[in-house]
């Protein structure tokens, strides 16, 4: 049984526990009023405060999602938790994975709920989760078994699961007290803890701890719990949070990338959770400052994009981590459950994120980038009750986009963390640089010094290759504005106020424009968006997928033949605009079949066939 299967079974079998007493309630000395982070930041995301979207598909893959989830009936998300308590329970449930219960997407709807009610400052949306959490608060301790224990204590209790839903939820209820400032949300928060200390498993066994607990099964994903414990730590100074993180670390993994990205290991790990528990790592390294930490996330993160990513950015085919060996490769051959999507790109986002905060490389926004495109901002909408667009498909031959068959998977709740997070990831700041990580639609305010800054972004980028940027200063500044030169680029461009700059662009690091900037200061950026190809790995050089920019290109399989790709360099001529944007049609060379259109894979609809990968070997197809 794989992690999806598992989830889908113990949220519709959440009753399995272990007998036991009920826990003595814990005593903690009073939280002090804020909480050291010896990591060292570099630089800031805007932490969902002073961005916001402009138009663009992205937008509105963003408000079409914050509006689904909140049209879903209050009494249905709720029915469950109070069904359990004994309360009257109007609604009905949500079916799927949350057949029994809301627990599976709970605590990621009130982390995505409480930050995009900060984004815009969006009242209703933000009432809807005070309500939410407030109402599944009163369901707590009440209905005991004979053992003394609530539902949420049976499940914390219980032999398998219950890690990976006191993890969500403990990340909601930080980011209900830190973005709603909900009031119940650090009592609930100390409550559920306090039970989880007692009750969660660390062990199979007698004698067995944490480390040698299964990395892929049971408990599930337990090795992701520091992130979100961390930063209850961070957000209140209460040592029990930070004590409790330290059980659940995980130096059988992270280790193993202290000193290299390319480690000996054992192969198979379940591909979303491995990645997502590096952001666990990068926050033991805020809080303790320790080198190791920082070390283990970048090594990491090379292992990924050089051994497990395709050119969308996508990882983990059967959700699995690959040797390096050319399975990667062969995977397309037989897989079409190819890249969790909404997981995995959520795993991916904050990776890379927490390396831009403690490192200040652009090189990092790089994977963002990619999966902005052609991860999360290429799935299908969320719609219907529950149906959720979960694995992204590139099997060789033919492929498409289709919904998971089961209601409410754990991607329905990534899916709306991801295009919240898009408001964090366009830009960074410190003291004296405001940073372009992404060429998108929106505007972002900023304070330096005494100046109030606001940017203005207008681009249809990645269909053409400039951005533009207007600056709106309530009295002159001197600072630096960077863009991040993305690691595929070359001939990046910047002008001001219409004349070429002699800056630095070399890609993987940000082009620096200091100056004292003026309001109605204008900046352009270009990038060429040339066409090229790129192999799945080293093993299989031959079988490439098109590139324009960052924008992976599939084709359409009406089509009547695979074309034999050329090389990057007639690759520039071999294409051509369509009518459409971000579309390309072949140019006729010669008696060659006719390979028809090439389409950016964010354009691809449901059950449109598409083919992603092909042969450039010479002379094939024959």
């Given amino acids: ?11 519709a079998a ?50 079409q999602t914050r ?42 709807w009130l982390m995505a709920m409480s930050r995009a009610s900060r984004v815009n400052d969006d009242t209703a949306l933000r009432e809807k989760a005070a309500l939410l959490l407030s109402e599944w608060g009163k369901t707590l301790g009440r209905n005991p078994d004979a053992a003394g ?48 200390v007692v009750l969660l498993r660390r062990d199979r066994v007698p004698g067995m701890s944490p ?99 395709y050119a969308t950015g996508g990882y983990g085919p059967a959700e699995r981590i690959l040797p390096m060996d050319g399975a990667l490769g062969e995977s397309l051959k037989e897989r079409t459950d190819t890249f969790e999507c909404p997981c995995g790109s959520w795993a991916a986002f904050k990776l890379s994120k927490y390396l831009i905060q403690f490192t200040g490389q652009a090189r ?28 992204s498909d590139y099997l060789l031959g033919s492929a498409t986009k289709t919904y998971y068959g089961a209601a409410y998977p754990c991607c329905s709740g990534t899916y709306f963390q991801d295009v919240t997070e898009y408001h964090n990831l366009i830009y960074f700041k410190d003291a004296n640089s405001l940073c372009v990580n992404l060429y998108f639609p929106s505007e972002a305010t900023w304070k330096t010094g005494g100046a109030e800054v606001k940017v203005v972004q207008e681009t249809n980028y990645p269909e053409e290759e400039t951005s533009s940027l207007k600056m709106e200063l309530n009295q002159p500044a001197e600072f630096a504005l960077k863009f991040r030169v993305p690691g595929w680029s070359r001939d990046f461009a910047v002008k001001l106020n219409g004349a070429p700059q002699n800056i630095p662009a070399t890609p993987g690091t ?70 459409h944007p971000g579309v390309f049609r072949v140019t006729q060379s010669g008696n060659a079949p006719l390979a028809g259109q090439f389409t950016s894979y964010y354009l691809i609809g449901e059950s449109q066939p598409y083919r992603m990968y092909f042969d450039s070997t010479p002379g094939h197809p024959s």
């Fill in 67 to 108: 509006d689904f989830y909140f049209h879903i009936s209050n009494d249905d998300i709720l029915h469950g938790f109070r069904a359990d308590a004994g309360l009257p329970a109007p609604g009905q449930p949500l079916g799927g994975w949350c057949g029994q219960d809301s627990y599976q997407i709970f605590g990621h």
């Fill in 364 to 391: 990092y926004g790089d994977w963002i980038e990619k999966l902005l495109y052609n991860g999360i901002g290429a799935a299908l909408p969320m719609t219907g009750r529950g149906r959720t667009f979960y694995y």
């Fill in 211 to 309: 480390p040698n607990m299964k990395a892929d099964g049971y408990p599930l994903e337990w090795y992701t719990l520091g992130e979100n414990l961390f930063r209850a730590y961070e957000a209140t100074g209460a040592a029990k949070y930070r004590d409790f993180a330290e059980v659940w670390l995980y130096p059988q993994y992270w280790d193993k990338f202290i000193s290299t990205s390319r480690p000996t290991m054992t192969f198979g790990q379940h591909a979303y959770s491995h990645c997502n528990t590096l952001s666990s790592a990068a926050m033991a390294y805020g809080v303790t400052g320790e080198a190791k930490y920082l070390q283990t996330i970048k090594n990491a993160y090379d292992f990924f994009q050089e051994t497990q990513c």
């Fill in 14 to 63: 959440s009753a399995s526990v272990l007998a036991g007493g009920s826990p003595a309630a814990a005593e903690e000395p009073p939280a002090s009023s804020s909480s050291a982070m010896p990591g060292r930041i570099v630089l800031q995301p805007f932490d969902f405060s002073g961005v916001k979207l402009r138009p663009s598909r992205w937008q509105r893959q963003y408000e």
């Fill in 510 to 579: 940000w082009a620096v424009l200091s100056r004292r900037w003026q309001s109605g200061d204008q900046v352009e950026i270009r990038i060429p968006l040339l066409f090229r190809r790129q192999a799945v790995d080293v093993q299989h050089p031959n079988w490439v997928a098109l590139l324009r920019g960052p924008v992976v290109l599939v084709q359409d399989l009406a089509a009547s033949a695979m074309p034999t790709i050329p090389t990057d360099e007639n690759l520039q001529s071999w294409l051509a605009p369509a009518e």
């Fill in 1 to 11: 049984m794989n992690r999806r299967e598992f989830l889908g079974a113990c949220a």
């Fill in 149 to 196: 224990r609530c539902k949420f204590q049976r499940l914390l209790a219980s032999d398998e699961g219950s890690h990976y839903f006191f993890d969500k939820l403990a990340g909601g209820l930080v980011d209900m007290h830190q973005y709603a400032h909900h009031p119940e949300a650090l009592p609930l928060l100390e409550k559920i803890t306090d039970w989880a």
